[in-house]
Structure formats: structure tokens, C-alpha cells
């Protein structure tokens, strides 16, 4: 899926928003019933994702990562936010389990370290889309499945599939969070908030970076390395 920043700012926007009066950082009181159904809610009836993801899924793996929304109540909300704005963009307000392209088996036979398994496929699935051999199989070696010869359980177990996508915030964009919320984007996708808008697609995530998210983050960065 493209990524699309005006999805970002407004949906971490709205995070902020709901999480604003909350004095705990404790994420199930920050990540209430109401906060998790104003996200799902905005998707479709028909879509797999709502029966799928639950608020409870989500806790119990947020218990296996006990640094996730960390810190200062500030700091936790931000984070949470962070982390919804990213689910909700990739899995169209909790829409989606699994790509809808699922003729790419993203297989990277370079990995030897996790190599593909004949017949497997490693398009997106679960909250964040983790995608290809190498996501997989080392997911699948820090929460206990086996992410290489059974992919298929990240949009089988809304459990692990929630821990997927806790495993890549965790690993890839939880260390630049103090950075704020751009960094998190630039993080997951070069193209955005990189200080070089080139492509039309990009000077309008560049503007909405600087005019809309570095107020809300209060960030300090030169507008070159938002």
C-alpha cells in the first residue's frame, strides 16, 4: 500500500486527540474501548478486520512489550498514537488482515538467513502488513511462531498478528519515537519527511510534516531533517 501522510497526520491528530485527557500512561487506559471502536468503527461492515482485531488482542500482546508507550504519560500517549496512526493507514482504519495483492509472494532469496519456503507466500498481514521472508521469519523467532513455514498465522491469531506489528514498532521505529512522529514516517518509508521533496506525492507530506505535525510533536529539528 502507498503510503499516504495526510492518512497519518489526521489519524494521529485524532489519536492525540482522544488520548489528551488521560492523566495514566497506562495503555489500557489510554487505548479505552471508545479510542480503539472510533478507528474500527470507520471501517466498512463487510471488512475482515472487524471481528478480527479486538481491543483485548491488542493489549494481551502489548504485555509482551512492556516498553511500548513507556515513559513519561506525554511520551506514552505520543507513542500510542504513533503506533495507531501507522496501523490505521495500512490496514484502512482496521479494515484489512492481509494484502489485497496476494500474487507477490515477497521473497527475497538472498535471505539465507531466513529463506522462503516453497509455497509460502509473504505478502502484508496483521496490524502493521509485515511483508517478506526476513520480517517474517525473524518475527516469528522473537514471539514463538514459525513465520517461515506458517506466515498464514499472522491473519489467523489476532494474538500474534497485533505482536507482529508491536515486533517491527518495537524494532524499527520505537528507537527514533524521540525524534517525533515525522521520523517514525521517514523511518518506515524513505520518501517522506527526508528533507528532499522531489515527487508531488512527497512536497505534500513534506508540507503537512512541517506545518501540522511539528506543532502537535513540538519538535526541535531543522525543517531540513523533520
Known amino acids: 500500500m502507498r503510503k499516504n501522510i495526510v492518512t497519518y497526520a489526521l489519524v494521529g491528530i485524532l489519536a492525540l486527540a482522544f488520548a489528551t485527557d488521560v492523566m495514566s500512561h497506562n495503555i489500557a487506559n489510554i487505548v479505552t474501548p471508545q479510542f480503539f471502536d472510533s478507528i474500527k468503527n470507520q471501517a466498512a461492515g463487510r471488512c475482515a ?3 478480527f482485531y479486538t481491543r483485548d488482542a491488542f493489549l494481551n500482546a502489548a504485555n509482551a512489550y512492556r516498553q511500548f508507550g513507556s515513559g513519561s504519560p506525554q511520551a506514552a500517549k505520543r507513542e500510542i498514537a504513533a503506533f495507531f496512526a501507522h496501523v490505521t493507514h495500512e490496514t484502512g482504519h482496521l479494515c484489512y488482515v492481509e494484502e489485497i495483492n496476494k500474487y507477490n509472494r515477497y521473497c527475497d532469496e538472498q535471505n539465507k538467513r531466513y529463506p522462503c519456503v516453497p509455497g509460502k507466500f509473504y505478502y502484508g498481514r496483521g496490524p ?4 517478506g521472508n526476513g520480517n517474517y521469519g525473524a518475527a516469528g523467532k522473537a514471539i514463538g511462531f514459525d513465520g517461515l513455514r506458517a506466515p498464514e498465522t499472522v491473519a489467523k491469531d ?7 506489528a508491536l515486533w517491527f514498532w518495537m524494532t524499527y521505529l520505537h528507537p527514533v519515537m524521540k525524534q517525533g512522529f515525522g521520523a517514525t514516517i521517514q523511518r518506515s518509508n524513505a520518501f517522506e519527511c527526508d528533507g528532499r521533496p522531489t515527487l508531488p506525492h512527497v512536497q505534500a507530506g513534506h508540507w503537512i510534516c512541517i506545518r501540522i505535525l511539528r506543532p502537535i510533536w513540538r519538535l526541535s529539528w531543522p525543517k531540513s531533517r523533520l
Open 49 to 51: 478486520g472487524k471481528s
Open 128 to 131: 502493521i502488513q509485515i511483508t
Open 158 to 164: 489476532p494474538v500474534v498478528s497485533f505482536k507482529t
